[in-house]
């Protein structure tokens, strides 16, 4: 009992303090005399360690600390860095080419863009996909998996949708009462946190791997199976196919970091929350550079969890033991009988849920998946103490709040700004009484998107395959997404009707990859091929429906709300990082060898 209250003390008060703290420097901060740019852009008054600390943690979030994780111990090797690495390169081309549009056309949404470049109907496809994304995808899957994650950490026994109302309450009380200003202030002080929990975690780790000695701990890591560092591989270490092919890098990778880094509202609005191109510039790079960090926290674990397998211990739920036997046995899927035998020995032995050490868990391959229970093991092994326990619990779940109010505030960003302010402007005479009132519908959308994911969440525990599911319902809308950005941005022959028939045939080439034709090759290279049918279908109504010269100038822009004078240093940078990435992989698949 005493042990719980010093978790729940430390843990209390570091979430307090960042909800104070946020409130004193956002009441310090200058504001906007304009409602919407004020509660949706942050005024455009943020500068770039607070553009660079919200696009990490928007990003970070339990999804990856646990999943890369368990997918680095999946496959036995660190082809998972690319998700992190590759992200690095997208994020050069946010800087450098798309911010300087957004920014200079005084756009509060990506899709603004878009009916500047084609007309107001492919805007607003656009934001109702990305819309149908963050309600049907984002939002519940974070509260769910944040709070399973919390739950599997820390063993809590409460029930999951306690701490799925807590979580959806506390963010939306960042997103829709403080705006994007608030959002982003709060994401830079957790980001901190995460900084520092996020790389003790590996530190620890590599001390109790080298027994008390942290540079044991490397040692055994660089001259012990050093095949676990290799970052390009095919086959994971039991010689299936692995998560990221190398070949994929190559394909279609790189094009869900576009879209994710460079198009996706929820990540870009941070950027477009600067107060001159050169604080956004420097804060996506800044962020860049800590992305070449993130394997430290996200898939290094994984791989020191590989030399533990006799340390770590996971816990393994009876029912769903006994319904995965029952399930393969009615299936026909091959199993060896070594692990029928093991798993049906386990079920006489135990009348309730019980635990093993990841080296007898393993010979259950197979039948379960323990793979997203490593990151939780090593946090159980490696931080003892009840307070420092209670402070990563309160990281964790500054970064399921970043993510989740994030994704909150722009959904109500693109609901109101692309749907409904057209509705009622001409209600309103007065533009500061429009804006005030648009904020407020904002705030209602809001709440009412959080309560649905609330609802939602809880259930998703009953869908065996949801996550897989989700994962292919965001590349329905994510490749043509990106062809259109790309081709509005470098061509200005494509037209409209071009770029409505480039989401139609992304959709359904991706849908029949994804659903149908998934057995052909590796899904990321299906994403690669539905890009190109989009790509060539917007080239070809170029080319025989080209713009008039008329429609290509449309009409003049108004002055750019900020300052556009490019960071001097941007591309310099740029090349910088790009020369780190590659020598990052040059080092591990050397060290591999």
């Known amino acids: ?30 504001k906007s ?20 600390g919200s696009l990490l943690l928007t990003n970070i979030s339990t999804e990856q600390l646990v999943g890369l994780n368990g997918a680095v111990f999946k496959d036995g090797n660190l082809v998972g860095i690319a ?23 005084g756009f509060t949404t990506t899709t ?14 656009v934001s109702g996909l990305f819309l149908f994304g963050y309600v049907t995808v984002l939002l519940p899957t974070i509260l769910y998996t944040g709070s399973l994650a919390l739950q599997t950490i820390f063993q809590f026994n409460f029930p999951l949708w306690i701490s799925v109302i807590l979580i959806g309450g506390l963010g939306s009380a960042y997103a829709i009462f403080g705006g994007l200003k608030s959002v982003a202030v709060s994401d830079t002080l957790n980001g901190i946190g995460l900084l520092i929990g996020g790389l003790a975690v590996p530190i620890l780790a590599l001390k109790a791997l080298g027994d008390s000695s942290i540079m044991d701990g490397l040692t055994t890591v660089f001259t012990e199976k050093t095949e676990y560092l290799t970052p390009l591989a095919t086959l994971d270490r039991r010689g299936g196919p692995t998560s990221v092919p190398w070949p994929t890098l190559l394909t279609g990778m790189m094009f869900i ?53 006799g340390d770590l211990s996971v816990q ?6 006994k319904r995965s036997i029952a399930s393969l046995q009615t299936s026909g899927v091959e199993i060896s009988q070594e692990s029928m035998a093991y798993a049906q020995s386990l079920l006489t032995q135990h009348q309730d849920s019980f635990s093993l050490s990841l080296a007898e868990a393993e010979r259950l391959n197979g039948i379960i998946s323990i793979n997203d229970q490593v990151y939780p093991a090593m946090i159980r092994h490696v931080i003892t103490a009840d307070w420092a326990r209670g402070l990563f619990a309160a990281v964790l779940v500054g970064s399921i709040l970043s993510s989740f109010n994030s994704a909150l505030n722009s959904a109500s960003t693109l609901f109101c700004l692309e749907f409904y302010e057209e509705k009622v402007r001409d209600q309103f005479d007065d533009s500061h009484a429009l804006a005030a009132h648009v904020v407020k519908i904002g705030q209602r959308f809001g709440l009412t998107l959080a309560a649905i994911s609330m609802f939602i969440a809880p259930f998703l525990a009953d869908l065996d395959s949801i996550f897989e599911y989700l994962q292919k319902v965001n590349g329905l809308y994510s490749v043509p997404i990106i062809s259109i950005f790309l081709v509005g941005i470098l061509s200005q022959k494509a037209p409209a009707n071009g770029a409505k028939w480039a989401i139609v045939l992304g959709m359904s080439s991706y849908g029949y990859f994804s659903f149908f034709g998934a057995d052909l090759f590796h899904w990321l290279h299906g994403y690669a091929i539905s890009f190109a049918l989009a790509i060539g279908t917007l080239v070809f109504f170029a080319a025989t429906q080209p713009r008039s010269a008329e429609e290509i100038a449309g009409e003049p822009l108004p002055p750019p709300p900020v300052d556009m004078t490019p960071w001097r240093h941007a591309k310099a940078a740029s090349v910088v990082i790009v020369v780190l990435t590659v020598l990052s992989y040059a080092l591990l698949y050397l060290a591999a060898q």
């Open 1 to 30: 009992m005493e042990s719980d209250v010093s978790v729940f003390l430390s843990f209390f008060l570091a979430t307090a303090s960042v909800a104070v703290m946020t409130y004193l420097i956002v009441r310090k901060m200058d």
């Open 33 to 52: 005399d304009n409602p919407t740019e004020e509660f949706f852009t942050g005024g455009r008054m943020l500068a770039w360690p607070v553009v660079a």
């Open 83 to 105: 998700w992190e690495a590759l992200a690095a390169f997208a994020m050069i081309a946010t800087a450098l080419l798309f911010l300087p549009h957004y920014l200079a056309s």
């Open 112 to 125: 603004a863009f878009l009916e500047k470049r084609f007309d107001r109907s492919v805007r607003q496809i």
């Open 257 to 309: 970091q576009v879209f994710y880094w460079s198009t996706n509202q929820v990540v870009v609005q941070r950027a477009l929350g600067a107060r001159n191109l050169a604080e956004g510039q420097k804060g996506v790079l800044f962020a860049s550079v800590m992305k070449l960090v993130g394997p430290l926290m996200l898939c290094v674990p994984g791989v020191i969890a590989l030399h533990m397998l």
């Open 316 to 321: 393994i739920d009876l029912e769903t033991l």
